[in-house]
């Protein structure tokens, strides 16, 4: 069991490491693109129920509409995708299957 975690822990800071130039970027393109907060925080249901809070880069705006503080401006505005009115364009490219599907052209 104690390998195990040693395994773990030394990987996870070896990816870490790794990956750091890359989110690095990631988060610059993000506060200059839609601003701060750069990371999305959020509590989710976990191991037996345990509540944990998962972090992960923000790639929605959260603008609203004045009129109706449910809708985003982007969605009355531009919508581009179906269910994904509020995505910004840094977000449509770090979600590529939340693109809307092409037409198939009958001839």
């Known amino acids: 069991m104690l390998a195990k975690r040693f395994f773990d822990l030394s990987l996870s800071v070896i990816l ?24 999305f925080r959020q509590t989710r249901p976990g191991l037996n129920g345990e509540p944990f809070t998962l972090y992960k880069f923000r790639t929605m705006t959260d603008e609203r509409d004045a009129n109706n503080p449910h809708v985003s401006v982007k969605a009355i505005s531009n919508v581009r995708m179906k269910g994904q009115a509020t995505a910004t364009e840094t977000g449509r490219q770090a979600r590529p299957e939340a693109q809307p599907a092409k037409r198939a052209e009958c001839r």
């Open 16 to 39: 870490l490491i790794a990956l750091s130039p890359a989110m690095i970027l990631t988060a610059c393109l993000i506060r200059w693109k839609i601003g701060s907060p750069v990371l």
